[in-house]
C-alpha cells in the first residue's frame, strides 16, 4: 500500500505552438488504502491522469509521488500498481490459472509463489472452480473477475481502475461494483477509480476528486461534494 502525491500536476498534449493544455495543475494528497473516485464529464483529463500516475503518459510539470518514490523516476518493471481497463483482452487459448499467472511467469516468479498468489486471487474472486476454463467458457462477468485477478496476483501498491464498470449492462455492473468494494475490503490496496457516472462514483467513493476540463474542482466524501439531501 501506499499514498499518492499529486502536485501541480500539468499536462500538454503537443508542444511549443501546437501545445494543448489538458490538466491545469492539480494537487491532492491520497492516503494509504484510501478509495478515490475521479468523476467528470467525458474527455475533462480524467484517464489522462489516471495514465500519468501509471507512469504510462509523460507528466508536462509538476509531480507524481508514490509513497516516497516520484513516478517519473520509477523503472516501469518497479511499478507496483495494477490497471484495470475497460476493455482487456484475455489470452483465449489459455486457461484461466494460465492468464493470471502469464506476467508472474514472465517475471520468473517461482512456481510455488505464482500457485499461491493465483489462488488468494482466485478465492477473492471467487473463480477457484474455473481456473481450468479457457475465457469462451466463461460469462462476460467471469472474464472480468479474471481481468481483476491478473492484477492482484501482482501485489500491488496501487489499483487504477479506468471505467472498468461502463461496457457492462446494468445488473452485471452491479455486481462487479460489490465485487471492486469486497477487493478493496480485502485488501486495503490504494485505488484510483475513473468513472464519468455520478451515482457509480457516488457508491464507491471514500473521497472522491470532481474534474472538470482539466481543472479539479473539488475533492471530498460524496457528503461533502453533493452536500447532505
Ligand atoms: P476523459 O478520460 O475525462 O474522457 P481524457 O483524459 O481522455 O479525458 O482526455 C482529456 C483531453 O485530452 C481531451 O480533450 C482529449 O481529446 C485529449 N487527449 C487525450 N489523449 C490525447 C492524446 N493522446 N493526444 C492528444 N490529445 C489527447
Ligand atoms: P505482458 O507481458 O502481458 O505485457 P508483463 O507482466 O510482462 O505483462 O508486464 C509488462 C509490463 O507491463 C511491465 O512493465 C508491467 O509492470 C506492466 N503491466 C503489466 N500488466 C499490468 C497491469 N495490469 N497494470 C499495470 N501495468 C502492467
Do not use: W
Request: glycine share 8%.
Amino acid at each position: 500500500m501506499a499514498s499518492i502525491s499529486l502536485r501541480n500536476v500539468v499536462k500538454r498534449y503537443g508542444r511549443g505552438a501546437k501545445a494543448n493544455p489538458v490538466i491545469h495543475g492539480v494537487n491532492a494528497e491520497i492516503a494509504d488504502g484510501e478509495f478515490i473516485v475521479i468523476v467528470g464529464p467525458s474527455g475533462c483529463g480524467k484517464s489522462t491522469l489516471l495514465r500519468m500516475v501509471a507512469g504510462l503518459e509523460e507528466i508536462s510539470g509538476g509531480e507524481i509521488a508514490i509513497g516516497p518514490r516520484v513516478v517519473n523516476k520509477i523503472e516501469p518493471a518497479d511499478r507496483d500498481i495494477a490497471m484495470v481497463f475497460q476493455n482487456y483482452a484475455l489470452y483465449p487459448h489459455m486457461t484461466v490459472f494460465e492468464n493470471m499467472a502469464y506476467g508472474l511467469k514472465i517475471a520468473k516468479t517461482p512456481l510455488a509463489e505464482i500457485k499461491a498468489r493465483v489462488d488468494k486471487a482466485a478465492k477473492i474472486l471467487e473463480l477457484g472452480h474455473l481456473l481450468e476454463r479457457k475465457p469462451r467458457e466463461l460469462s462476460g462477468g467471469q472474464r472480468q473477475r479474471v481481468a481483476m485477478g491478473r492484477a492482484i496476483v501482482r501485489n500491488p501498491q496501487v489499483f487504477l481502475f479506468d471505467e472498468p464498470l461502463s461496457n457492462l449492462d446494468a445488473k452485471l455492473r452491479a455486481a462487479t461494483r460489490l465485487e471492486i468494494q469486497k477487493l478493496h475490503r480485502e485488501l486495503g490496496v490504494t485505488s484510483l477509480f475513473v468513472t464519468h457516472d455520478q451515482v457509480e462514483a457516488m457508491t464507491l467513493a471514500q473521497r472522491m476528486i470532481v474534474m472538470n476540463a482539466g481543472h479539479m474542482e473539488q475533492i471530498g466524501t460524496p457528503e461533502q461534494v453533493y452536500g447532505r439531501p
